[in-house]
């Protein structure tokens, strides 16, 4: 179960960030990119090994649910990533749009990090 394990922590450290950068008005570049490349291994973590192991599966069940999440995150992935790289581009001169729009993808994460530990991850113990 070391994935799953590592895949909380890693939750944990993305809610964080996303908190720090508010914190710090939107402005704090070494924050904002941390928080992205940690979303982006994450995010490869998830796709290399935690989705195909349950895509994999022997339960049609387990193979659907996994379906699902799987699609909708590819979807909050570029979106996590665009809403990143515009707080980056704005230069510390952080325009209200950047952050509407980081709100949102930072809440959407931080419900979709419940419905994850609370669902999906305990299908990995039993495929």
Known sequence: MGLIRDLKLEHQKILQLFDEVEKSKFTKEKIIIELKNLAISHLQKEDQQLYPSLLNSE?????????????????????????????LDCNGKVNQDSVDNFKKISDKIKDRIVIEETILFPLYGQH
Do not use: Q, T
Not at 62 to 74: T, V
């Open 59 to 87: 339960k049609e069940e387990i193979r659907g649910i996994a379906s699902i999440f799987s699609n909708i995150m590819k979807k909050y992935s570029k979106d996590v990533i665009s809403s990143i790289n515009n707080l």
